[in-house]
């Protein structure tokens, strides 16, 4: 199998969590209470992607500035869009829907952080690919254990706000297609590039997470859960950094 089109795959796998945690939130009945703790349970696995994964990567790979320049860019990046969403959001929103809108720029913003996160990272594993030792078992489950999160929260905040089932589907298949193209660009694009510039990708990837769990996922989580999401948080960060450990 040509290179690029193996990277390609591994990118789509790992956007397929994301359908397959939209599809729980849409068609499972599941409790506010059960979405929350599933939330704080994503929430502790991406913190730990974060940390061991993405920003020791570009330390490695670019040292300090790069990882900074690159976590900087990103959470600004998210920053912004997260603003845009959130004033498209209130300039259309009438009285009677406060609740639905603030479920859909909930949900909106999920995505947007699945987003940022997503084409990195996918990047990023394509260039993990050039040196032919192929992606890991534990790789693969730590983005499965934190993307179906994202995919089940977010979609069922945008259903809660009345979107379509098609259009929730829609959003979360284009983040699934977009990982798998960034996936066989990074193979193809990236060869031989500075490795800064790999470490800039992974950092920004990561500064768009914080972002978005700071600012919408573990609030959200803790609003609907209690207390219980900090216990749930932890153990979500153990469980990947254990499965970290096993590589």
Do not use: C
């Not at 939330?39 to 670019?62: K, P, T, Y």
């Not at 693969?140 to 069922?156: C, H, I, K, R, T």
């Not at 490795?195 to 950092?203: E, F, M, R, T, V």
């Amino acid at each position: 199998m040509p290179g690029f089109l193996n990277a390609g795959l591994w990118g789509l796998l790992g956007g397929a969590a994301l359908i397959l945690g939209a599809l729980a939130g849409l068609y499972l009945k599941l409790s506010k209470r059960v979405i929350s703790s599933v939330m704080a349970v994503g929430a502790g696995v991406l913190v730990s992607a974060v940390a061991f994964d993405l920003m020791d990567e570009a330390f490695h790979e670019g040292g300090f500035d790069a990882a900074a320049i690159g976590l900087t860019l990103g959470a600004v990046v998210y920053f912004v869009a997260d603003l845009l969403v959130n004033r498209a959001g209130a300039h259309h929103r009438k009285r009677s829907q406060d609740q639905q809108d603030t479920s859909a720029e909930g949900g909106s913003a999920i995505f947007l952080g699945a987003l940022l996160d997503g084409i990195p990272e996918s990047l990023a594993i394509g260039v993990s690919l050039l040196g032919g030792a192929g992606v890991s078992w534990v790789f693969v489950a730590a983005v499965f254990l934190s993307n179906v999160p994202e995919g089940l929260s977010g979609a069922a905040g945008m259903r809660r706000a009345g979107r379509s089932t098609r259009y929730v589907l829609g959003l979360w298949i284009a983040v699934m297609i977009a990982s798998g193209v960034a996936a066989a660009l990074g193979y193809v694009l990236l060869r031989g590039v500075d490795p800064d510039i790999i470490a800039g990708i992974q950092a920004f990837a990561a500064g768009a997470v914080l972002a978005m769990l700071a600012s919408t996922m573990m609030p959200e989580a803790y609003e609907e859960g209690g207390p219980l999401v900090g216990l749930l948080t932890a153990l979500g960060f153990l469980l990947a950094f254990v499965l970290g450990k096993l590589d």
